[in-house]
Nanobody, 113 residues
Framework: VQLVESGGGLVQPGGSLRLSCATS????????MSWYRQAPGKEREMVAS????????EYADSVKGRFTISRDNNKNTMFLQMSSLKSEDTAVYYC???????WGQGTQVTVSS
């Protein structure tokens, strides 16, 4: 099982970024997936999750209305579209497959002017 995040970077407040999680080594379409983040000095928290077929989606209250999780089961990839970014969104973002507790290496998102 491999999970590889990409798309992080430095963005100004109010800006947007799109994160990707490319997966391999398992049948992606059979598993729900999640995005987590960890800010400096804080615990890792769940940002959004999506069921295997994409029909059930959940968001943390802090990102509702600003972030959108999606997946492309044909490309074995999950996405996180982040808009109206705030400084408090600064964190390392990870993708996770809960079943078996698999994590990617993370991608840094920094929101700063």
């Amino acid at each position: 099982v491999q999970l590889v995040e990409s798309g992080g970077g430095l963005v100004q407040p109010g800006g947007s970024l799109r994160l990707s999680c490319a997966t391999s080594g398992f049948t992606f379409s059979s598993y729900s997936m999640s995005w987590y983040r960890q800010a400096p000095g804080k615990e890792r928290e769940m940002v959004a999750s999506i069921s295997s077929a994409g029909r059930i989606i959940e968001y943390a209250d802090s990102v509702k209305g600003r972030f959108t999780i999606s997946r492309d089961n044909n490309k074995n990839t999950m996405f996180l579209q982040m808009s109206s970014l705030k400084s408090e969104d600064t964190a390392v973002y990870y993708c996770r497959r809960r079943s078996g507790d698999y994590w990617g290496q993370g991608t840094q998102v920094t929101v700063s002017s």
